[in-house]
């Protein structure tokens, strides 16, 4: 089961940085966007290093595999939000991301 309570601040935070991103590029502002989209991936690569995901792996602890679990689907979604948003910097590269 999953635990998104553990990454709740981290989540809002990232729908902020989102939203922010989305305003700059309306405003044709890219090289600021980037920068936030940057925070957003910066976000996902925190929690990873927080959560010492490679102790989780090998953990035989229930407990400790379910904060697992919550940790990556966090960082795909992180991923998911980070992808989109790099749309018009890589079109590509986002949708090979997205399928």
């Not at 966090?74 to 991923?79: A, D, G, N, Q």
């Amino acid at each position: 089961m999953l635990r998104p309570e553990l990454f709740q601040e981290t989540i809002k935070a990232a729908e902020g940085f989102a939203e922010e991103a989305r305003e700059m590029m309306s405003d044709l502002n890219f090289r600021d966007a980037f920068k936030i989209i940057q925070q957003i991936v910066y976000l996902g690569n925190y929690e990873l290093n927080n959560h010492e995901f490679w102790k989780l792996s090998k953990s035989d602890d229930p407990e400790q595999l379910k904060v697992l679990e919550s940790l990556l689907y966090f960082v795909f979604e992180i991923s998911r939000i980070s992808s989109y948003l790099l749309k018009p910097y890589c079109p590509e590269l986002s949708t090979k991301i997205l399928n």
